[in-house]
């Protein structure tokens, strides 16, 4: 089946990294992605790792893939209070409509 | 930098009724997708639409839901006779062929007395 399931919420002070876990069932997963969604707004792209990599590195952002596991993790470095959203995980297969299955996202809290 | 918009941004209705929710997707996309986020719940996938057809929904996307592309620009998502279990933010997406990206646009809040 396909699920994908993260802890609900993180606290962190401004400067400090945070790290946002996920795992996930559907081992044929092709892509996996991270989102951010800011009160009242949509859903941001932030960053995407394919299921055949380990690690990914974009700026202050680095995604881990332990594909072992099923496991998928997203570090913000330097974490500023403009950070402070909701991060969904979600994970796509190339396959048919390519339909996007998302956690219930993790609510950071970025503290001064 | 080119958006998915959505419109309305805020629909209330009354239950029973037939709405319309629109979306224009990014202008080269080809495949286009509808979301739902029940208020405190996960985004859940609803239906994907490409060369003018369904290519895949959910068990939430049953006789109620209809999707449309009446002309080159818009993408519509009908619900026929609202439930109050509608109530809901609704996200139009838009991918472009041999791109693994969907871009979400704002999402239209619906609300369901």
């Known amino acids: 089946g396909e699920d994908v399931e993260q802890s609900l919420f993180l606290s962190v002070r401004e400067g400090d990294s945070s790290v946002i876990n996920c795992t996930y069932t559907?081992?044929?997963?092709?892509?996996l992605y991270w989102y951010k969604q800011e009160p009242g707004a949509g859903l941001q792209l932030l960053t995407y790792i394919f299921s055949n990599m380990d690690m990914k590195q974009d700026q202050r952002l680095t995604v881990l893939l332990n594909k072992k596991d099923k496991h998928l993790s997203l570090r913000i470095a330097d974490t500023q209070t403009g950070d402070s959203a909701i991060y969904f995980c979600a994970e796509a297969k190339n396959t048919g409509g390519f339909k996007t299955i998302f956690g219930a996202g993790t609510r950071l809290f970025v503290k001064a | 930098e080119p958006e998915v918009t959505q419109t309305p941004s805020h629909q209330v209705t009354q239950m029973g009724q037939e709405v319309i929710l629109r979306c224009v997707p990014i202008?080269?996309?080809?495949?286009f997708y509808w979301y739902r986020q029940i208020l405190g719940q996960k985004v859940e996938f609803l239906v994907s639409f490409y060369n003018n057809e369904i290519s895949e929904k959910s068990e939430i996307f049953d006789d109620q839901f209809s999707v449309e592309r009446p002309d080159g620009s818009n993408f519509t998502l009908k619900i026929r006779s609202t439930k109050l279990e509608d109530s809901a933010m609704y996200f139009c997406?838009?991918?472009?062929?041999?791109?693994?990206?969907?871009?979400f646009g704002p999402g239209t809040r619906l609300t369901v007395l």
């Open positions: 559907d081992s044929s997963s092709t892509y």
């Open positions: 997406a838009s991918r472009g062929g041999g791109s693994n990206e969907q871009f």
């Open positions: 202008s080269n996309h080809l495949y």
